[in-house]
Every structure is written in C-alpha cells, then in structure tokens.
C-alpha cells in the first residue's frame, strides 16, 4: 500500500521560532510537493521538487525553504514562524510527469503559530 | 495563469439526493482533470479523473465528465449516503512542458454534509 508519511499530525510553536515539517513517501516517487491548506482558498503549492537536491518554488514560496537530500524525503522549513503561517500542510508525491499520474497526499500536519 | 473555480459550499443534502458540484477552469492547452476527496481528518485521495475531452471519469458512483467546450468538469452522484460527508476538490493539472509540469492547481473546496 502506497504511503506518504508527515512527522506530526498537530504541532504548536511560537512567533520567531524555526519549524522543520517532515515528509516521507515509500513509494520511489521522484516528485515531492508542499502544499498549504486554508479555508476557502483550497491548496495553494509551497514549493516542490522533481528530483534530489531540486527544488522549485510554487505560488507562495514567501517564508519558506525545503530541503530534499534523499529521493523519499521533503522538508518543509519556516525560518521564522509567523502567525500568518499558521494553516494544515499537506506534502505529496507523484511518479514523473504524466498524464496518469496522481499524486498521494499525506495527512496533513496543522500547524498553529502564537 | 491557470485556475479552478467550485461551486461555493457548504452543501447540506439527505441521504439518498442527488449530488452536482460544479467546477469550472481557465488553463492553456489540453489539461488533465481531478477530483480529490478530503474525508475529516485525514489528506486527499484521488477520486477520479480525466485527461482529455468528453473522457468520463467515474469511482465509488461519482462520476464526472471533462466538456472542454463550456471548461467544466462537474461531479455527480445519483444518490449520496452518510459516508459521502467530505470536502471535496477540483483540480486541473497543465499539459505545459518543463519543470512545472505535474504541478496541480486546485479550486477552494466544497464541504459536503449529508444527513440520514
């Protein structure tokens, strides 16, 4: 069974502290993706990458970085929380590009920031 | 650039009612289309799909049928149970080439309730 991993379900931090959101896929997928969740606005894409050290900013990369230093892992990092980041992360996987690929969410990590 | 737009929820229905969910793009080219369902507490899962024009996309008796003529790709269920409760999302991903290609773009979400 296919699996995407996120190291906590709920995690709580305060303003100015650094936040590591880890993502493990156990499925060789060379495609990685950090999204944010938010009411009414749907998902809106983090940033992803498509290989080992590659990475590509998406719509909102502003107040975050990731990392990807081994194919089945995704790091989502805030440098400095703000309240403003506080939402449901998802992170996902998919094969290489293709029309019949879906991607595999996780469950999601919220996060709120005080 | 390319988006999605949903029918605005939340959607209460009875069990047994028929279900429409509208959603609408705007994307360059030949995109692929999605439906993905949230159930609570848990991420997305893909529901159906379809990847080019008139293609009908069907599972768990949704179904949902890409009309590249009027950019729709809305869900329809014949009849819904308690378990359809969700959020459910529409989403496009583009044909473009390179590095953004895979890349999704969703709509905001439709929250769907439905009472015995």
């Known amino acids: 069974d296919v699996k995407v991993t996120q190291s906590s379900r709920y995690l709580v931090k305060r303003t100015g502290e650094k936040v590591f959101l880890e993502c493990v896929q156990d499925?060789?997928?060379?495609?990685m993706f950090w999204y944010r969740q938010d009411p009414g606005l749907g998902l809106r894409l983090i940033y992803f990458s498509y290989d080992v050290k590659m990475k590509e900013k998406g719509d909102i990369p502003e107040g975050y970085s990731v990392s990807r230093e081994k194919k089945e892992r995704f790091s989502l990092i805030l440098e400095s929380a703000s309240t403003n980041q506080t939402s449901m992360y998802l992170c996902?996987?998919?094969?290489?590009?293709?029309?019949?690929?879906?991607?595999?969410f996780g469950p999601g990590t919220r996060l709120t920031v005080l | 650039g390319d988006s999605v737009t949903q029918m605005e929820g939340p959607v209460t229905l009875s069990e047994e009612a028929f279900l429409t969910i509208n959603c609408t793009y705007t994307a360059t080219g030949y995109p692929s289309l999605f439906w993905y369902v949230q159930y609570p507490g848990e991420g997305l899962q893909l529901l159906l799909k379809a990847t080019k024009a008139d293609d009908k996309g069907s599972n768990k008796g949704f179904e949902a049928t890409y009309r590249k003529e009027t950019t729709s790709f809305h869900l329809e269920k014949g009849s819904v149970q308690v378990s359809d409760s969700a959020v459910y999302f529409c989403a496009l991903r583009s044909d473009a080439g390179g590095t953004s290609y895979g890349k999704l773009t969703f709509g905001q979400g439709t929250i769907l309730t439905v009472h015995p």
């Open positions: 996902a996987s998919s094969l290489i590009p293709g029309s019949y690929n879906e991607q595999f």
């Open positions: 499925m060789d997928h060379e495609n």
